[in-house]
């Protein structure tokens, strides 16, 4: 049987395709729980609540911020996390392999299970997807400060103030076959943008190892640590989408095989090369 957690809505367009989702799982001959998170309410925890159901798949519907939270709340718990995304630009769109809600329906019966990485903050916040660092909104991005970097122990960093974007998808990565292998490979991406600056270059110092650094063409760099820490004397955030779940330094690392994600099953290669012929 499947729990499902429903954002609430907030105009009758999101409502109507609450209500369409629903006559949809019925249709695919899935239906179980359905709850809506209220305001007092935070998602993992109504994950939880699920799990004390006994309910094997906890099935989160609604934007990239909820299925990210109701996932934190399955880990290594056994439970499989199915996810209905309604943003238009949606991570969890090309990680699933599908294109809108009702495709997200179609595959929750499959049952093709991905176990996947997660993202541990501070020994205590988890994500599945990304997460940006970035000064407090009274700091200008040009104002005189520090954040020091530091991978897996071999190198260190140090950048002006800036937005760090922390990522177990890719940072920027579109193809789903790629993201997923990310996902797996216990391993985080850590970008961090090239600023203008006296001397020139992005960081005002770069020592030790300097293995699996990527320049992107976007003006930055991409790291490939399984394990980074955040210091600074400024005051720094961290954002879920527009969420902020941690303040102040940081030490992110992969959470390996942590969680088990419903995604579409592909058809074979060799079905496809009939089926063309």
């Known amino acids: 049987m499947y729990y499902y957690i429903f954002e609430p809505t907030k105009n009758p367009k999101e409502l109507k395709i609450q209500d369409e989702i629903k006559v949809k799982l019925q249709t695919l001959g899935i239906v ?5 998170l209220s305001l007092a309410e935070e998602p993992k925890d109504l994950a939880r609540v699920g799990l004390r159901k006994n309910y094997s798949t906890i099935v989160a519907c609604g934007s990239d911020l909820l299925i990210n939270e109701v ?26 392999g599908i294109d809108n809600y009702l495709d997200a329906c179609d595959i929750l019966p499959q049952r093709k299970v991905l176990t996947v990485d997660c993202g541990l903050i501070n020994s205590s916040k988890i994500f599945i997807t990304e997460v940006t660092i970035k000064p407090k909104k009274e700091l200008s991005l040009s104002e005189s400060g520090l954040i020091i970097v ?10 002006k103030l800036c937005d760090i974007i922390i990522s177990n998808v890719g940072a920027g990565e579109k193809d789903t076959e790629k993201i997923r ?30 293995e699996n650094v990527e320049k992107q063409p976007g003006g930055g760099s ?22 902020i779940i941690e303040r102040g330094n940081l030490v992110i690392e992969s959470y390996p095989a942590s969680l088990k994600l419903i995604i579409k099953r592909e058809r074979p290669k060799i079905e496809e090369e009939e089926s063309e012929s």
């Open 181 to 210: 292998e990310l996902m797996t490979d216990e391993h985080l991406d850590i970008f961090i943008p090239d600023q203008l600056k006296e001397g020139g270059g992005f960081l005002s110092r770069l020592f030790g190892k300097k």
């Open 32 to 36: 179980g729980e359905c709850v809506t």
């Open 150 to 159: 530091n991978f897996d122990s071999d190198f260190q960093a140090e950048t």
């Open 71 to 96: 996932g934190s709340g399955l880990i290594e718990s056994g439970a499989v996390l199915g996810a209905i995304p309604l943003e238009e630009k949606s991570s969890f769109k090309t990680i699933l």
């Open 222 to 243: 991409i790291f490939h640590p399984k394990r980074i820490s955040i210091e600074s004397r400024k005051r720094l955030v961290t954002m879920l989408s527009e969420k």
